[in-house]
């Protein structure tokens, strides 16, 4: 079987000693840091027939998106050793796998690397190595309840301007009835509120930094872009939008609460209503870097003592025979198996015929642009692959969140994410 190969042919698991080994030195359990959101919570059920099949326990630390990002910091940079496998993104990836916080990950050719799409794939290397395998990968498109757009006799087009779609949002709007035009993340963090922000902004031709990575948050397009996300969200948002993030909308979205949702292709996985359409991401006259594009990837800390075993864990968890497990398991099927981050996933027949989302989600991922262009001279979408970026991103979507609960004004906002960046930039020596 697959799932014997990739735990080395070596390997005897099926002896347990009592010191918490296996009898020839091998881990007897992982410790397993994940992100909370559906698909790593359902890999928690799926993975019990790995431990069934190997003896090797799978010890999970499920954490809210930004603690996460948090605690695995911190906790890979100084060689910790609490966790054996962690979830990242292509914003780590690269960078800690040049600085050797992570190990380098070199599957058997079953794995089958060149089926991870090339995106993924890139994102998640640093010259040519790859240091994280995606679990799923993501752009971000609009999520829309078309029965409701229609009722109120809108549209909402593939690209569409910011006006259109704000447009949309008021009139499918009716918080008498619980409805709701627009929910879009509001929470504070570099990966929550900062990156769908950026997104806009990128589209209103805004930048983080220019070519000598002096930060540009006080710029005419950073007002116009914040400004027009502050006020979609305070008329036609849920109250306390500065709260939320992808669990919380995601929640409000199968209770009906919203008319449409800007976020990551992903949800479509876990969307109920059957009136739900998609459209590609809109943007105010600039389409790079409209949609992001992102990876909760699996990668293994340096300072855990249990790298072999880890490896192939992740072998596994980000095989092709996984999606067929979660495809064929009783409690899931094939609209809930991860996507985004393998070719062959889209060529199933029973996945086709159940994603209606899948050319929606894929014409998302492959229109996304991560690389450096001339307005944008750096590379990441949503976010800025260097070190200091968390840092000033976290900063920032703070800030953010005070405009949008109105306890700044933008312009004050967007002043104090300036001064930070700028500190932050300088204390690093880029300028």
């Not at 999520?143 to 301007?161: E, F, P």
């Not at 983080?208 to 948002?237: H, T």
């Not at 855990?304 to 072998?315: D, L, R, S, V």
């Not at 700044?408 to 930070?420: G, I, M, P």
Request: contains cysteine; negative net charge; proline residues 5%.
């Amino acid at each position: 079987m697959y799932l014997k190969n990739a735990l080395r042919a070596a390997t005897a698991l099926s002896l347990v000693t009592a010191t918490g080994a296996l009898a020839d030195g091998h881990a007897k359990s992982l410790t397993i840091a994940i992100v909370n959101n559906g698909h790593m919570i359902n890999m928690q059920k799926v993975a019990e027939a790995y431990t069934e099949e190997t003896g090797v326990a799978l010890e999970w630390v499920s954490l809210e998106e930004g603690v996460l990002r948090e605690q695995v910091t911190s906790d890979t940079a100084t060689g910790g050793g609490q966790y054996d496998i962690i979830n990242i993104g292509m914003q780590e990836a690269p960078i800690w796998g040049q600085a050797g916080w992570i190990e380098p990950l070199d599957f058997s050719d079953a794995y089958d690397v060149d089926d991870i799409l090339p995106a993924m794939r890139e994102g998640l290397s640093y010259d040519g190595q790859l240091y994280a395998a995606p679990f799923y990968g993501e752009s971000s498109m609009v999520m829309y309840r078309k029965d409701l757009a229609d009722a109120a006799g809108v549209t909402i087009a593939d690209n569409d301007s910011w006006e259109n779609v704000k447009a949309a949002a008021a009139a499918m709007h009716d918080p008498d009835n619980g409805i709701y035009g627009a929910c879009l993340r509001g929470k504070p963090g570099w990966g929550d509120n900062a990156a769908f922000i950026t997104t806009v902004a990128n589209s209103f031709g805004a930048r983080w930094f220019d070519a000598d990575y002096k930060p540009q948050l006080d710029s005419p397009e950073w007002n116009a872009a914040v400004s027009f996300y502050v006020d979609l969200l305070s008329n036609y948002g849920p109250p306390g939008s500065e709260g939320n993030s992808f669990n919380e909308i995601l929640a409000l979205y199968n209770e009906d609460k919203c008319g449409l949702w800007i976020d990551a292709t992903i949800a479509a996985s876990f969307l109920e209503n059957p009136n739900v359409a998609y459209a590609q991401s809109p943007n105010a006259g600039n389409p790079v870097g409209a949609n992001w594009l992102w990876a909760w990837a699996m990668a293994v800390p340096a300072g855990t003592e249990n790298a072999e075993e880890a490896k192939a864990f992740i072998e596994w968890a980000t095989s092709k025979d996984y999606v067929k497990a979660v495809g064929t398991h009783p409690d899931f099927g094939w609209d809930k198996v991860p996507t985004g981050q393998r070719a062959s996933t889209y060529e199933i027949p029973e996945f086709q015929a159940v994603a209606k989302f899948a050319a929606a989600e894929m014409a998302a991922i492959d229109s996304a642009a991560p690389g450096a262009t001339d307005l944008k001279p750096y590379v990441g979408v949503q976010f800025v692959a260097i070190p200091e970026f968390p840092e000033i991103g976290s900063a920032f979507g703070q800030e953010m969140s005070a405009a949008l609960s109105g306890a700044k004004s933008v312009e004050d906002a967007l002043a104090a994410a300036q001064e930070v960046a700028d500190s932050v930039m300088r204390e690093a020596g880029y300028y």
